[in-house]
């Protein structure tokens, strides 16, 4: 089993350069199925999230060329065929294939989509978006059985602003007859990302990246080219990295704009950094203030980097708080904090964090993504060794951690044992 063992300590410095955004990245793989032509991703990441999808893609018929990180998806073989549950389940973000095939063939037979354990993470919305465009959904077991005589423009308003509701409701109606208005829309730039992708290929989407998203349908989608934005979470794991270790450490390939919720909070927290049209420079400080936190949807503080930023609050001066207010199961990573030597309180949906503690390194699991990610920057912090288990949550979601943390000074490697 692999495992990641780290020897703490020592200081960041040098530059780390940001990926394409794994959460776009898993929506534009599925996207290309609306186009009738060839379409060419740009900047993918590679992870095993996108092997997963390749793996689909080539299941139902396109013919799949990787070149480095740009990826050329030929559709002309593609055939609508039942999504296994074997497939289906390695990644939640298969459930995109829900809104491109309905909404290429009027029909898509999938199996429940998978993902951390994190919450029920229901997909309610996304099933009423469809339904809202003329499908009907049948559950048969745990698979989907989703099709549409005729798939019409309507306005759909999401109870909660989803991420991958907004994204699988616009891929369904780009090719509806007439008007789609999705209101409460989510805001994220991996939805803008999508919408770009969507339009250049021919689709007729405005509004992406606000709460009002309008698509007018149209008949056909043809070729198309995409790049995959930075990933703004990615950025924000490295960027608590250097908070916590650095010294004038660069994180470079960066949108400052995705991340500000995250630098403004670390300017509050007198965490000295600079920050330049597409990189940062950021270094430690012992001075670090407490601060509170809410996780809300973009352009608030992002769910994805508040088990990442809990690890630089153990090091704070006085208690801070960091309030979850997206899943219901987000602190999976704590327990191992305190096994560590943090002092982390858990009142229902908020954790109060005493400091300033010194984490000592301990044998951890990494329970999911994000917490996987908060437990190797604990790693990087603690005195001692951590040896982290379980580590494919990891794996999945961050590009090359191992080598990108090697090239700055960390003292960590990947285990087989
Ligand atoms: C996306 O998940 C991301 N995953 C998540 O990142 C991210 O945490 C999340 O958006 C919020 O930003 C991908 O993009 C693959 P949601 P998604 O639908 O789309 C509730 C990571 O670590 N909800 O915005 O599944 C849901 O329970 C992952 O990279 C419904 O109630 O998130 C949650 O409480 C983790 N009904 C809230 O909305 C629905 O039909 C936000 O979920 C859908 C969602």
Known sequence: MKKIKINGGKELKGSIKISGAKNSAVAL????????????????????DIDALNEILEYLGAKVTREKDKMIIDQ????????????????????????????????????????????????NLHLKGFEALGANVIENGNKYIIEAEE???????????????????????????????????????????????????????????????????????????????????????????G????????IENIIPDHIESLTLKLKEMNVPLEIHDDYLIISKTDKMKKVNIKTQGYPGFPTDLQQPMTTLLVGCNGTSTLEETIYENRFQNVPFLNEMGADIIIDKRKIHINGPKQLVGKEVIATDLRAGACLVLAGLKASGTTVIKDVEHILRGYENIIEKLKNVGADIVLVDE
Do not use: H, Q, W
């Open 29 to 48: 793989v599925p996207a290309s199925l609306l186009s009738d032509g060839v379409v060419t991703i740009d900047n993918i990441p590679n992870i095993s």
């Open 76 to 123: 002309k073989n593609l055939e609508n065929k039942e999504i296994p549950e074997s497939k289906a389940k390695k990644l939640r973000a298969s459930y995109y294939f829900m809104g491109a095939l309905l909404g290429k063939y009027k029909r898509v037979e999938i199996y429940f989509p998978g993902g951390c354990s994190i919450g029920a993470r229901p997909i």
């Open 151 to 241: 798939l019409k423009g309507n306005n759909i308003y999401l109870d909660v602003p989803s991420v991958g509701a907004t994204v699988n409701i616009m891929l369904a109606a780009v090719k509806a007859k007439g008007l789609t208005i999705i209101e409460n829309a989510a805001k994220e730039p991996e939805i803008v990302n999508v919408a770009t992708f969507l339009n250049n290929m021919g689709a007729k989407i405005t509004g992406a990246g606000t709460s009002e998203i309008r698509i007018k349908g149209v008949n056909k989608l043809g070729n198309g080219f995409t790049e995959v934005i930075p990933d703004r979470i990615e950025a924000g794991t490295y960027v608590i990295a």
């Open 243 to 250: 908070a916590l270790l650095g010294n004038n450490l660069k």
